[in-house]
């Protein structure tokens, strides 16, 4: 027989059995309605492990996609900016911001170095380019502090105009270029301004977790070797291939609030309540440039996601859910049918401009007009 003491400690003990039991529910319930509202089907072992879905990506597209008739004005289908480009890096920049105009974007910014500006110019006149960042090289010690207010102040003039910012492509790791893009950040977070982190951006907050800790609108776009260098961070160890879901998911928990876009032969994506994967389409040619395209493409469905999910208020589907990883899983999926279709035209010789060049076809044949 239990002794009164004895008994207590088991009702305790069930007790907090029962609580563990009730938040795991809980969190699956989250993670099956958004597995619906995707459009993906769960594991059938979901009971007993965490879930990974393909995300029905072709109908996030059609219904995040806005409408085109002559009603519209300039501005309306989203305005994106892009902070990096420096004296080594010019390509990269323009890649992003040229990939969200192809996708149906009104307007793209970019802010980059002095040097690099002339640079980017000269690839189109589509885009708009503003020399404001600067490197140490060209920086006095004892102007740091007056040239970095400088820099803050010509982007705030412009930031509260855009919908998404997209940060790192071609940025560079001078020390006081990245201490200037810092202050922007926490600006952009201030006005709630969504955020899409990639290239040298990644290395910034790697080594700054508390610039996105927290921020829902901010999203995380790794190759192989940003996510490890995450994961040795946030989690203190090396990546788990055999556990990728549940190791992506305790890598966002850790970070806090934000989602990450694994880029690899599958897509993975989470956001702190379930991971998603995008695996459709594809290409075997992996020149580079084809990570800014991507982080263009996140930004510019981002943005649509938000303007979508304020529309449709009070929705239990879509206007419950996420922008981010609705934006991660529509931008990832037409990357990849776009790098498909280029593979198919031009094989070994496939570069990203030619994939840029099929972004419009590729939103065609999912979203026709």
């Known amino acids: 027989m239990l002794s009164g003491h004895g008994m207590s400690t088991r009702l305790t003990s069930l007790n907090a059995a029962k609580s563990s039991v009730s ?3 809980a969190v699956l ?7 619906r509202s995707l459009g993906g089907s769960p594991d059938q072992n979901c009971s007993v492990k965490m879930s990974v879905m393909e995300a029905d990506a072709m109908k996030i597209i059609r219904r995040i996609t806005p409408t085109l008739d002559l009603s519209r004005y300039k501005g309306q289908a989203g305005k994106i900016a892009v902070v990096g480009g420096c004296r080594e890096y010019t390509g990269a920049p323009y890649f992003a911001a040229i990939s969200a105009l192809k ?3 009104d307007l793209s910014h970019v802010f980059c170095t002095k040097d690099a500006a002339p640079i980017i110019k000269c690839y189109s006149p589509e885009l708009i380019v503003h020399p404001v960042l600067e490197e140490s090289y060209n920086v006095k010690d004892e102007d740091k502090g007056i040239i970095a207010n400088k820099v803050l102040s010509e982007v705030k003039k412009w930031m509260e105009r855009f919908d998404c910012l997209v940060i790192g492509p071609g940025l560079g790791r001078d020390p006081f270029l990245l201490d200037c893009v810092s202050e922007i950040i926490k600006h952009a977070r201030q006005l709630n301004v969504p955020l899409v982190i990639d290239g040298d951006g990644l290395f910034l907050v790697t080594n700054s977790l508390d610039l996105v800790s927290g921020y829902p609108f901010a999203v995380l776009t790794p190759n192989v070797n940003e996510y490890k260098r995450l994961v ?3 989690l203190n160890c090396e990546v788990n291939e055999e556990e990728s879901s549940a190791e992506l998911l305790s890598l966002v928990k850790g ?3 934000v989602t990450v876009l694994r880029k690899g032969n599958s897509d993975l994506i989470c956001d702190g309540d379930a991971v998603c994967s995008v695996s459709i389409f594809g290409s075997p040619r992996r020149c580079g440039g084809q990570g800014d395209i991507l982080s263009g493409s996140v930004a510019v469905y981002l943005s649509w996601a938000r303007q979508c999910i304020k ?3 009070g929705d239990l589907g879509i206007g419950t859910m996420n922008p981010a990883l609705i934006g991660c899983v529509a931008g990832s999926a037409l990357l990849r049918k776009a790098a498909s279709i280029a593979f198919q035209n031009k094989k070994r010789a496939t570069l990203t401009s030619d994939i840029i060049e099929f972004l419009g076809m590729s939103l ?4 026709p007009i």
């Open 364 to 367: 065609e044949d999912i979203c």
């Open 232 to 234: 040795q961070k946030v």
């Open 311 to 313: 529309l449709a208020e």
């Open 29 to 35: 319930r989250r993670q099956q309605f958004l597995i």
């Open 103 to 105: 996708i149906g974007a």
């Open 255 to 257: 970070i806090g609030g």
């Open 23 to 25: 938040v795991f529910s």
